[in-house]
């Protein structure tokens, strides 16, 4: 289902961009035991964050001033008390607000659509590229949303560090870098302790979503999260819980090139 251009009025300018399709060879293998015991000893050393731990940048524990006193935050930068963020932020997530998470907004189509649908939800937006997230930023403000915050942390340093365990009603990661080189393959959002590390955050019942344009991405997907004792197998019919949307920026350029996307839609089991 995409985007009922007529019931909302469209908050998105879709543009020429420069997306390639890349390399198509995206390969992966069930991993043998010493692989994946290798996978969860790099996951604890850090290896692989986009820009390194955040633990280790100068300043990590000040917001930039752009970000003061607006819905941004970052991990380590909870206490600081120049803005309300920090304050407000945990106030946000002490409600009962159902809260949904994407990680890897991009321009951030997706999730401030669906912010201004669901003014009773809350929302989490993350986004590694800084210059994206404060466009993110600015975009909720224009839009007066009051239900969706922005960070641009790595969601893995993040997510551990900020959100309480079952916290979750529902997690989007529509199309991750597939990060096709051998050496950048570390970089990958999927692995068994990201799976995990979602298991943890969502409650029973929630709703874990993925969308790719790379076949084999979604068959690794299928695979480690099908497997995962905390996940039922891919199943269609949830689709129905997100209703109507609009499509994000990657999805868009597929579709106008009549480009196939794969998704799947798992649920969180009882524990
Ligand atoms: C291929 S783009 C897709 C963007 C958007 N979801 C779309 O479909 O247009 C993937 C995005 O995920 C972001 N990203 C990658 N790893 C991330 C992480 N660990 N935490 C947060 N964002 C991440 C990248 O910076 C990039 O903008």
Redesign the pocket.
């Known amino acids: 289902m995409h985007e009922d251009q007529g019931k909302h009025t469209p908050i998105l300018d879709y543009h020429a961009v420069s997306f390639s399709q890349g390399r198509m060879d995206f390969a992966w293998e069930e991993l043998s035991d010493e692989e994946c015991q290798q996978l969860y000893a790099d996951w604890t050393a850090g290896k692989g964050?986009?820009g390194g731990h955040p633990l280790h940048r100068p300043g990590h524990e000040r917001l930039p001033d752009w970000g003061l006193n607006r819905p941004f935050f970052r991990a380590f930068a909870l206490g600081d008390d120049r803005g309300w963020n920090g304050e407000r932020l945990r106030a946000a997530l002490a409600s009962d607000r159902p809260l949904e998470i994407?990680?890897?907004?991009?321009?951030g189509?997706?999730i401030l659509d669906r912010a201004r649908r669901h003014p009773d939800r809350l929302f989490i937006g993350?986004?590694?590229?800084t210059k994206?997230a404060r466009l993110a930023l600015d975009r909720v403000d224009r839009l007066n949303l009051s239900n969706l915050w922005i960070s641009d942390?790595?969601?893995?340093v993040n997510l551990p560090a900020v959100i309480d365990d079952g916290r979750v009603d529902a997690i989007h990661v529509?199309?991750?870098?597939p990060w096709w080189k051998e050496q950048h393959k570390i970089?990958r959002?999927f692995s068994p302790p990201f799976v995990d590390l979602l298991a943890v955050k969502l409650r029973a019942g929630a709703l874990l979503h993925f969308?790719s344009d790379v076949e084999q991405y979604n068959e690794l997907v299928r695979h480690l999260v099908g497997n995962h004792p905390a996940f039922t197998q891919h199943q269609p019919i949830l689709a129905d819980r997100i209703g109507s949307y609009a499509v994000?920026?990657?999805?868009?350029?597929c579709l106008r090139r009549n480009l196939p996307v794969w998704a799947s839609y798992f649920e969180r089991k009882e524990n």
């Open positions: 964050l986009i994407e990680i890897g907004f991009g321009r189509d997706f993350y986004e590694v590229r994206a942390d790595d969601a893995r529509l199309f991750p870098d970089k959002l969308k994000t920026h990657r999805e868009n350029w």
